[in-house]
């Protein structure tokens, strides 16, 4: 079965600083998906940024990219320019491709809190 | 951007009673699903559905669990006898098929068991 794990229960950043937030994963298929979801204190699950497996490029979204490892199966989070909204709960999620025995469902990870200071 | 509608919002409930949560996915969608958040926890998946049927559930979804599409447009989750444990957000989502399979989620029921 695959798993995800963010070992950083808490994170904190300075407004207009660079932070990472680290994932790992485990799991024995060479075909999947990768997404980071934010949390905001309102409890949305909002995407922030998705990687397919088979692209070597890094997905990147605006502030945010992420820096994917296949070999490693590390997938970790950059946000540039941190800003005050980007104060929230972000968790590291799995996917495997859809297929006969693949539903689509999400396995995430425990979540990092991110604090951004003034 | 079209959104999954999930009401109420908040739900309390007394311990043992049968409780409903509803759902509205986006219109064209196929793929449905129900997640659980305990309060400072990770996010859980409890339960696949596609075609009618529930493809995948997960340990969490026991014989108290149970999913229905009942017209096409609504999508429920019910729990028969409501346990103190159950008290969580549960989180509606749904994708469509065809490449990209954005899961779009709800905003979530907010469920108390007193």
């Not at chain 2, 609504?74 to 444990?85: A, Q, Y």
Request: overall charge neutral; charged content about 20%.
């Amino acid at each position: 079965a695959q798993t995800v794990t963010q070992s950083q229960p808490e994170m904190s950043v300075q407004e207009a600083e660079t932070v990472t937030l680290s994932c790992t994963y485990d799991t024995s298929e060479s075909d999947y998906y990768l997404f980071w979801y934010k949390q905001p204190p309102s409890r949305q699950m909002i995407l922030v940024i998705r990687q397919e497996a088979y692209k070597q490029q890094n997905a990147t979204e605006n502030r945010f990219s992420v820096n994917f490892q296949k070999a490693a199966k590390s997938f970790s989070l950059k946000i540039s320019d941190s800003q005050l909204g980007d104060a929230a709960m972000y968790f590291c999620a799995y996917r495997s491709r859809m297929g006969s025995s693949n539903t689509g469902k999400l396995i995430f990870g425990q979540g990092t809190t991110l604090q951004v200071k003034p | 951007e079209p959104e999954v509608t999930q009401t109420p919002s908040h739900q309390v409930t007394q311990m043992g009673q049968e409780v409903i949560l509803r759902c509205v996915p986006i219109s064209n969608h196929l793929y449905f699903y129900w997640y659980r958040q305990i309060l400072g926890q990770k996010v859980e998946f409890l339960v696949s559905f596609y075609n009618n049927e529930i493809s995948e559930k997960s340990e969490i979804f026991d014989d108290q669990f149970s999913v229905e599409r009942p017209d096409g447009s609504n999508f429920t989750l019910k729990i028969r006898s409501t346990k103190l444990e159950d008290s969580a957000m549960y989180f509606c989502a749904s994708m469509a098929d065809g490449a990209g399979r954005k899961l779009f989620f709800g905003s979530g029921t907010q469920l108390s068991v007193l």
